[in-house]
């Protein structure tokens, strides 16, 4: 079973950039989605970012133009880099893969810590 550890949150003041880093404990060359959520308190998890294996990313509107979702086979990690941030981005992020045997973490269950960005004004 793969897990899943994000990284790279920081506090930062609006305008600044960041790269969140998902690390998968496998291999990803298989995953055909990647994604990554935020999560305000008391807010249900949102996805924000998508990337499918043809290469093809989504993205939500509030995200669109600032955010890049990427990644790295070799080293079995996806990315996310935000540039131009705002403090509404305020938020624990998280990720989730698509493998051959299904989602790597639950869509149904709590993920656990993620990573928390903070934006300043």
């Known amino acids: 079973q793969v897990q899943l550890v994000e990284s790279g949150g920081d506090l930062v003041q609006a305008g600044e950039s960041l790269t969140l880093s998902c690390a998968a404990s496998?291999?990803?060359?298989?995953?055909?989605?990647m994604a990554w959520y935020r999560q305000a308190p008391g807010d249900q998890r949102e996805s924000i970012a998508r990337?499918?294996?043809?290469?093809?990313?989504t993205y939500v509107n509030s995200v669109k133009g600032r955010f890049t979702i990427s990644r790295d086979n070799a080293k079995n990690t996806v990315y996310l880099q935000m540039d131009s941030l705002k403090t509404e981005d305020t938020n624990v992020y998280y990720c989730?893969?698509?493998?051959?045997?299904?989602?790597?973490?639950?869509?149904?269950?709590?993920w656990g810590r993620g990573t928390q960005v903070t934006v300043s004004s």
């Open positions: 990337l499918i294996s043809d290469g093809t990313t």
């Open positions: 496998g291999s990803i060359f298989s995953a055909s989605v």
């Open positions: 989730n893969i698509l493998l051959p045997t299904g989602w790597a973490r639950n869509p149904r269950r709590s």
